[in-house]
């Protein structure tokens, strides 16, 4: 797959537990973040955002396995399997603890490795998210998200979805009210359908979307077993405290929240400064306190 070149931002691939991960990285000091993107992103939704956040930390996005440039994923591939790209993927790089930020379907699998390898990360940050089993599974209501079923259901999304990725992100997922109406264009979602367009390209939106809607028991486990103890911060849309609700028992009584307003559910495409700003507040406290 050919990439076009995106100034002060370098493009790497590395073979790491069983597959090959492509991620970009910015700046060169200050301590370093992680970003992972959600559905039907790449690590291209935080491409404005990095620019800002690279002026002063050391900033790496990932495309997870299945999406974007990395590999696609493979039978018998988990978000479990994701995590521990993750967590390869920092160990390789010499990078951790790193401040982790998540947007979307990726929430529950970076509280997965913050949980389970809390020694890879100084602080999380939830975007727009939720939890299995604390708040997520309302979103399979048809009126809400009726796409969810599909992209859960093994082999239906490349049969229903293949060849229509333009029409489908464009006509009915980056659309009001789940985005503001001009901040994601079609050049951005040229650069997210280039995954989907591969042989396997829907794979990891399979398995995340399998993953995240049958595992709340596994959920509510490891959050009762494994409360974040390191710094984290929810962010929401202006109106809604979605994330917030969903985190609050996993982080109990540490959870720190903010809203962004004048935005949709993409925060990170549609309000890159207003959520830059957010992080780095945040982060600031944190180094200062470590």
Known sequence: MTLAPTPGIAHHTVALNGTNLHYVSAGLAGTPILLVHGWPETWWAFHKVIAILAKSHRVLAVDLRGFGASDTAHPGDTTATMVEDLHALIGHLGLGPVHLAAQDFSGPLAFRLAATRPE?????????????????????????????GTLAKQGAAGRFFKGRETELLTEFIFTPPMTTSTAIGASDIAEFIRGYE???????????????????????????????????????????????????PAVPGKLKTQMI???????AMEAPVALASTMLAFMSDVDQAS
């Open 198 to 248: 591969r042989a396997g390209g829907w794979n990891g939106a399979q398995i995340i979307y399998n993953s995240n809607l049958r595992e709340a028991e596994h959920y509510a486990a490891l959050v009762a077993a494994r409360p974040l103890a390191m710094p984290a911060l929810a962010i929401d849309r202006q109106g809604s405290d979605f994330t917030a609700k969903s985190f609050a």
């Open 120 to 148: 890879d990360v100084l602080s999380f940050i939830a975007v727009e998210t939720s939890l299995p089993g604390f708040g997520l599974e309302k979103l399979s209501h048809p009126t809400l998200a009726w796409y969810f």
């Open 261 to 267: 307003s004048d935005t949709g559910h993409y925060v």
